[in-house]
């Protein structure tokens, strides 16, 4: 189980964007809230409010007065959520108020004079955790939601949060233990007349457990992606239009296009959303050959970044046709999650025969017109991102759950092994038990105040 609260003072924060705005709300937090907040809270017409006036998750409209004057500070509306049928699972209270930061600031030290201290960042999902109303997967769902920079990201984030990750680890857990249940009972009664699973039951649990966890860690690639962006690179000859495609997926003039071949000789750089997906989209020089030193280390710092790239869009000139120079490039990302892009349709006679044989996808555009555009985004969604929404399977989205599945695997791999090679049974069980230690500190059924603080001190304040 989780550490039970060091510190169980009520709490409050600001939960909205600080800064000025129309409305602020103040999240406060913890037991017999009530009692404190009612000194300081009137009805418009002056009468104290009490009990049966906070009816639960209904918005009530009630002045914020200030001790010090007894004059109203705000009109505001609260909202109160009894434990444990709330975010924290204690007592909440919201109130919502102005933006002004003068208001906000002297609520919050009103609140510090009745009592209620102000929170620590992520303390009010912590509270949750300890409270048996989130385990740390979806706590750490929530990071991930707020910190989002995609639609995809969200998505992901919110299909952990509903537990597609938890779900799974639980249920892992629960066979684990089934299987050292039986392991130490042969040992802590051997001479009693128990049957423990046999060798060849124990290693197929094990297989199927090492199989999930494998699972689960091929994601770890798509989560990394989708929280720091996935890296398209634009190649293809001089005057392809690399530059215009650039601008055009990032919505706004930001590389030089010009008729001038060479004019690209460094790799920029910009973040952008294209199918929901977080990309950082990279225009690269021309690829030539070159006497120019500028230029051709240019082209050698867009091949270094073709190596790196999750995906290309090899751009070709359906104008000339396909020339010798781009075959050579066809051949170089041969291997790599590219997509042929034919530019310039706009301009294509029909002299030359477009079809290539590879196993890439192709797509027609026409980026002065716009032909083609809205299909090449969603084929580079699918280039980049293959899981579709609905797919299954959680993304993992922490560096901290990829190591404690890593740990589980190492340990439930080395429990195979031992199995094999007809070990005893209380060596193959502390494998085994790391193995579910791991997968406990996971989900927080075992784990420890070092590690809860390092969780949630990256949390904003007010979650």
Not at 115 to 128: M, N, S, V
Not at 273 to 289: C, F, H, K, N, S
Not at 344 to 360: F, S, V
Request: aromatic share 4%; proline share 6%.
């Amino acid at each position: 189980m989780l550490p039970t609260l060091l510190d169980d003072h009520p709490i409050a924060a600001l939960v909205t964007s600080p800064g000025t705005s129309a409305v602020a709300i103040i999240r406060i937090s913890g037991f017999q809230l009530l009692d404190r907040l009612y000194p300081i809270l009137r009805h418009p017409n002056g009468y104290p409010v009490s009990h049966s006036d906070l009816i639960p998750r209904l918005l009530k409209r009630l002045n914020l007065i200030d001790p010090q004057t007894h004059q109203t500070l705000d009109q505001t509306m609260v909202v109160y959520f009894p434990a444990p049928h709330s975010y924290t699972g204690e007592e909440v209270v919201e109130i919502q108020g102005h933006g002004a930061l003068v208001l906000i600031q002297r609520t919050l030290e009103i609140l510090g004079e009745i009592g209620i201290r102000p929170a620590k960042p992520g303390e009010f999902t912590r509270r949750a955790c300890m409270n048996g109303k989130l385990d740390l997967t979806q706590a750490e769902a929530i990071a991930a939601l707020i910190n989002a920079s995609s639609m995809r990201a969200a998505r992901e984030a919110l299909r952990q949060l509903e537990g597609s990750l938890q779900q799974p680890i639980e249920t892992l857990r629960e066979r684990l233990l089934t299987v050292l249940a039986h392991v130490e009972a042969s040992l802590d009664f051997a001479d009693e007349d128990i049957d423990p699973l046999p060798s060849p039951m124990i290693l197929q649990e094990l297989s199927q457990a090492t199989e999930a966890l494998g699972k689960l860690l091929r994601g770890a690639p798509l989560g990394e992606r989708l929280r720091e962006g996935f890296h398209l690179v634009i190649i293809g000859r001089p005057n392809v239009g690399k530059s215009s495609l650039f601008n055009h997926l990032l919505g706004r003039k930001r590389a030089i296009v010009s008729p001038t071949p060479g004019t690209t000789r460094d790799c920029i750089e910009s973040s952008l959303e294209i199918a929901g997906i977080p990309v950082i989209l990279l225009d690269t020089a021309g690829l030539r050959t070159t006497d120019e030193p500028i230029e051709a280390e240019g082209i050698a710092l867009t091949r270094e970044k073709l190596r790196q790239a999750d995906g290309v869009l090899m751009l070709l000139d359906a104008e000339s046709g396909l020339t010798p120079e781009d075959q050579d490039l066809l051949n170089d990302v041969a291997d790599s999650h590219a997509i042929v892009v034919w530019n310039k349709m706009d301009l294509y006679t029909g002299a030359y025969d477009l079809h290539i044989t590879t196993t890439m996808p192709t797509a027609r555009v026409s980026i002065r017109t716009g032909e083609g555009l809205d299909e090449l985004e969603s084929a580079i969604g699918r280039l980049l991102l293959p899981v579709p929404v609905d797919g299954e399977g959680a993304i993992i989205l922490a560096a901290r759950q990829k190591e404690a599945l890593t740990r589980a695997l190492r340990a439930l791999i080395e429990c195979e092994t031992l199995i094999m090679h007809n070990r005893p049974g209380e060596v193959t069980a502390l494998p085994l038990r790391a193995a579910l230690e791991a997968l406990g500190e996971m989900i927080g059924h075992v784990t420890h105040d070092a590690l809860l603080d390092r969780i949630f001190s990256s949390f904003c304040i007010g979650k």
